[in-house]
């Protein structure tokens, strides 16, 4: 078969400011929610930041991103994925001024990847909104965290508008209506929530993101910008129709934010949705034309499929953070649960590339897995990693097969490319990285970094634009 990636195909790797830079209040930063969130997704929230919290030194990217950078370049990275801190930028959220300290850690760390020719692909909000905005407004339950959220936006476009030509507005923006403190910095406790909050939320995040959109566009015209969605890939558990209308109800909770940025309104099953339940998502005449605002293109992350059943004493639910479904029986599962389906991600990609025909990027994908460090006979410090290489490499052949499919394909980050805080549960010990942090789940640790197995190997498929994945 021949080599099928593009010349100019985005290979690298992604990680978001909150789990990586650490510092968390250094530089003017403010308080994000991730700082009061010390057992990541699964467990409870502190009243303020406590020592059991990984995030709070994360891997001190912030210190070392000149050395985690030139590891990068190493390996032959094209694009960079990482996330800005909304509060290094504005640490309360509302404030007037943007904190110049915060602007400047930025132009230092695009810069350098500039330098190794590297380019950043940037997320402006990944989980960790301010957690002012949380105290004060109840995040985006209020419909003024629009305009903050735009002022950061307008901000950081202009700072950046020479170094940064790839941004992504909210990370996996269909995880609001699961965590609404994560993703949407709302400081209401989840059960007191109903559906028409999590709705109007949502549209706010929405007509947010399709402004960022219109912003960037005007502000930086040679970018490009897209929307990140969780790539929940659904499976019917049985051939049962009934199995089959409840997969395709499911697919609409995620493809529902997927529609509106890609078409620019809602779609009509969810129009008639609000009607049936009576829910007023509060959309004004002016929010329908800031959503006219379309993305370039459709980014996701994609780790695991999982099945759905209308009859839900048949089956066994998977692990996973926030897409957890029914058990596959033809599928294995990682230590933590997570299905793993790489024929998954060439269906997914085929499924979107149908449904939006926009260029798509995958900006999140990797095997978290417990390593253990060796010492070789040189005496230099290794992982053997062979299962990671293996996951990767399954999914990437997957990628090459939906490319000859047809569909577009702009780029692959590799999720945690470097061993980072887990989202889901705040540990260290769950690591995704080529790259090896020696940094312990009770915060022992030398900090230091070294080359996983999977460090050369991924080199190796960059150079030669995957065509070593065939053998
Ligand atoms: C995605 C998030 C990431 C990342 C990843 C892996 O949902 O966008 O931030 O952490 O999942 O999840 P976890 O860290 O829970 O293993």
């Known amino acids: 078969m021949k080599n099928v990636f593009p010349k100019d195909f985005l290979w690298g790797g992604a990680v978001a400011a909150n789990q990586c830079e650490g510092a968390y209040k250094e530089g003017g930063k403010g308080l994000s929610v991730q700082d009061v969130m010390p057992h990541g ?107 903050f959220f735009t002022k950061y936006a307008k901000t950081v476009f202009t700072r950046y508008c020479d170094k940064v030509k790839y941004w992504l507005t909210f990370n996996e923006i269909n995880a609001l209506m699961k965590a609404p403190f ?61 199995d089959v209308i409840k997969t395709m109800l499911r697919d609409r909770e995620t493809y529902q934010f997927a529609d509106i940025h890609a078409k620019g309104k809602y779609p009509a099953y969810l129009i008639k949705y609000f009607e049936r339940k009576g829910i007023d998502a509060d959309i004004t005449p002016a929010d329908e034309e800031a959503l006219e605002n379309t993305v370039d293109f459709i980014s996701f992350s994609y780790y695991s499929s999982i099945c759905e ?25 990682s230590a933590w649960g997570w299905q793993i389906d790489p024929q998954g991600l060439r269906y997914t990609l085929n499924k979107l590339y149908d449904r939006y025909g926009l260029p798509l990027f995958i900006v999140e994908n990797g095997l978290g897995a417990e390593d253990e460090l060796i010492t070789l006979q040189n005496g230099e410090k290794t992982v053997n990693d062979d299962y990671r290489i293996e996951y990767l490499s399954a999914h990437l052949a997957e990628v090459a097969k939906a490319i000859e499919d047809g569909v577009p394909v702009m780029g692959y980050t590799a999720w945690g490319v470097i061993d980072l805080v887990s989202a889901s549960t705040g540990e260290m010990r769950k690591r995704y990285g080529l790259i090896y942090v020696d940094r312990n789940d009770d915060g022992s640790g030398s900090m230091e970094r070294y080359r996983k197995k999977s460090f050369d190997w991924y080199r190796r498929v960059i150079e030669s634009s995957g065509a070593v994945l065939e053998n």
């Open 309 to 333: 059943t209308a009859d839900l004493t048949r089956g066994e639910m998977t692990g996973g953070n926030l897409s957890r479904g029914f058990k596959n029986p033809y599928l294995k599962a």
């Open 182 to 242: 994560m993703c949407g910095a709302i400081d209401t406790p989840a059960e007191e929530l109903n559906e028409q909050d999590l709705y109007r939320a949502m549209h706010y995040q929405l007509v947010a993101s399709a402004a960022a959109v219109g912003l960037c566009h005007e502000i930086i015209p040679d970018a490009k910008i897209g929307c990140m969605i969780l790539g929940v890939t659904v499976y019917p558990l049985t051939p049962h129709p009934d």
């Open 41 to 147: 997704l699964r467990g409870g929230r502190a009243d303020k930041p406590t020592e059991d919290n990984l995030k709070l030194d994360g891997i001190d990217f912030y210190h070392r991103y000149k050395t985690d950078i030139a590891l990068m370049a190493e390996m032959g990275f094209k694009v960079f994925r990482t996330s800005i801190a909304w509060s290094r930028i504005f640490p309360n959220g509302d404030d007037d001024e943007p904190n110049e300290e915060g602007l400047k850690f930025y132009d230092d760390l695009f810069d350098e990847c500039l330098k190794h020719g590297i380019k950043p692909l940037v997320t402006l909000s990944h989980y960790e909104a301010p957690l002012a905005l949380a105290k004060k407004y109840n995040g985006w339950l209020d419909r003024r965290t629009i305009g």
